[in-house]
């Protein structure tokens, strides 16, 4: 699968460069997070090569650090598959438009969230609908 950092990008201008800057800012920043809570773990898994005790209480921590750290890459990565996406239809064209019912997004909600696909009043719907689709039915 190719993926944005492997395609060579379009050049772009006015709005379409502002959001892409945006959204390659969060993407090195979803990037950087999923490092840091790699290392993180890696580093909770080896606190007994470290020379640190192996108490029973201690290594019950060294496992939930894990078990969160872990957790916390995972929904760090589900982030940046939005990033990306985001990035794929700025290229297509359909950047900045409601996956739901297809009006435009605000300008500031992207600016606070460049990778939103949803407007405000379907994200709310969808709050509301435990996270349903409000225009099926």
């Not at 190719?2 to 379009?10: I, Q, V």
């Not at 020379?51 to 760090?76: I, K, Y």
């Not at 969808?126 to 409000?134: A, C, V």
């Amino acid at each position: 699968m190719e993926t944005t950092s492997t395609k060579k990008m379009p050049k772009f201008t006015g709005k379409k460069k502002q959001y892409f800057e945006a959204l390659m800012h969060a993407r090195e920043a979803y990037l950087g997070q999923m490092n840091f809570h790699a290392s993180e773990a890696l580093d909770s898994t080896n606190a007994d090569k470290r020379g640190v005790t192996t108490h029973m209480a201690d290594l019950g921590s060294d496992n939930f650090r894990h078990a969160m750290e872990l957790q916390l890459m995972t929904e760090e990565g589900s982030a940046l598959e939005l990033v990306e996406e985001a990035i794929e239809r700025l290229i297509e064209g359909d950047y900045g438009k409601c996956v739901d019912c297809g009006d435009e997004i605000p300008e500031a909600r992207l600016k606070v969230k460049p990778y939103a696909i949803y407007c405000i009043n379907c994200k709310s719907i969808r709050e509301q609908n435990d996270g349903m689709n409000p225009h099926i039915d």
